[in-house]
């Protein structure tokens, strides 16, 4: 089901980001040859105008076949190079291959809105402007530390605390406790054993731990991160306002952290562990849709948003490397060798595939050690 779930999602992000392009070249009186879901080998396929459409036997991906995109001796001085990508005025190039990523963001945008329309679960510190809005107020476990005594005892990012109790005295208990209640029980506790009485996927469980002052110097703690949460529901313009500003934040976040692993990688220092390829992200997809439709669909926003992001880097075979030669022959005023490009993109998108092998790799040895 999982496998399912998540070749759905990409499916749609894929024809999300594809359409982006179709659309603005087809507008712009580009000649498209074809619009693919998924990578050769070919299923199915049907012919509708100049523009064939397909469905491909490896899922992970799409393309669109722009004319003139790749370009050779037909699309620069053939019969049809009039309507070849190449041939098209710079700022027009520009747009097509931007328009995938606008597409994606703005389709993250609406995947929000919609998870604000009917009920989102978010940090009631940052959303305690709606006051009375915010529902079912609890604590949501957001980290646990690498073999700290909140690993050991079993406790997952996503579990809810419903009661500490500590040998000392009975700490917070219900649904409408805080954080720092809960934090100054364990702080309190010593060396002596606490219970913590919590839920996971609507069962109720509890574990035994015993703080240590290993983990913050002279304070005793479990290593856990907390954060006070709540479902907010809102009408659709605060949704909509809400979804915006919530989808721009998630830019600047993914554009960091994506920006930090480039550096990584380039400097050797890159920690492959951190980073989830498509297996990695079937169980993700599966876990989120066990939480909520909601859930499922900000999840999916956030894949979005890093599908985006990613596409922008000046990199061969991505969007941003395209739009990198267009800005170079801007600039040099003459266009570069079509061999030299062809080449740097095919060069481009080896170098991609190999970073998925690696990714995969880890996902299955991540797998396989757990």
């Known amino acids: 089901m999982n496998i399912i779930l998540f070749l759905i999602v990409l499916a749609v992000l894929v024809l999300v980001h594809e359409f982006g392009h179709f659309i603005v070249a087809k507008k712009s009186g580009i000649r498209v040859d074809e619009f693919g879901l998924g990578f050769p080998p070919k299923i199915w396929s049907i012919k509708k105008g100049e523009t064939t459409y397909s469905l491909n036997a490896i899922p992970f991906g799409g393309f669109v076949k722009i004319f003139g995109e790749n370009p050779n001796e037909e699309s620069i001085s053939g019969p049809d190079s009039s309507r070849s990508f190449v041939k098209k005025p710079k700022h027009i190039q520009a747009a097509v291959l931007v ?5 994606n963001l703005l389709f993250a945008w609406l995947l929000i809105s919609i998870s604000f329309l009917f009920g989102v679960t978010v940090s009631s510190t940052d959303y305690a402007r709606y006051g009375e809005r915010l529902q079912d107020p609890h604590i949501v476990v957001t980290m646990v530390q690498k073999g700290a005594p909140a690993e050991k005892a079993g406790l997952k990012a996503g579990d809810t605390i419903l009661a500490v109790t500590t040998m000392a005295k009975a700490g917070p208990a219900g649904l409408n406790i805080e954080v720092e209640q809960v934090k100054k029980t ?15 996927e609507g069962k109720t469980m509890s574990a035994e731990m015993t703080a240590t002052t290993s983990l913050l110097a002279g304070k005793y703690a ?29 830019i600047g976040a993914v554009t960091v952290g994506l920006f930090d692993f480039v550096r990584n990688v380039v400097t050797g220092k890159a920690d492959f562990s951190t980073v989830s390829g498509p297996i990695g992200i079937v169980g993700l997809v599966g876990d989120a849709a066990r939480i909520g439709i909601t859930h499922l669909l900000t999840f999916t926003a956030f894949i979005s948003i890093n599908l985006a992001i990613i596409n922008l880097i000046p990199f061969p075979a991505l969007d941003g490397g395209r739009l990198m030669f267009v800005a170079i022959e801007a600039i040099i005023r003459r266009p570069i ?27 299955i040895a991540k797998i396989v050690g757990n």
Not at 227 to 242: R, S
Not at 350 to 358: E, F, Q, S, T
Request: proline share 3%; charged share 10%.
């Open 99 to 103: 328009a995938g990523i606008v597409f």
């Open 186 to 200: 364990i702080s309190e506790s010593l060396s002596k054993p606490i219970s913590v009485l919590y839920s996971r």
């Open 222 to 250: 479990v290593g856990i991160a907390m954060e006070n949460v709540g479902m907010l529901q809102l009408p659709i313009h605060l949704a909509i306002w809400e979804g915006g500003r919530l989808t721009i934040h998630a």
């Open 337 to 363: 060798k079509h061999s030299i490009a062809n080449a740097l993109n095919m060069i481009g998108f080896a170098l991609l595939m190999l970073l998925m092998i690696i990714v995969t790799y880890k996902d």
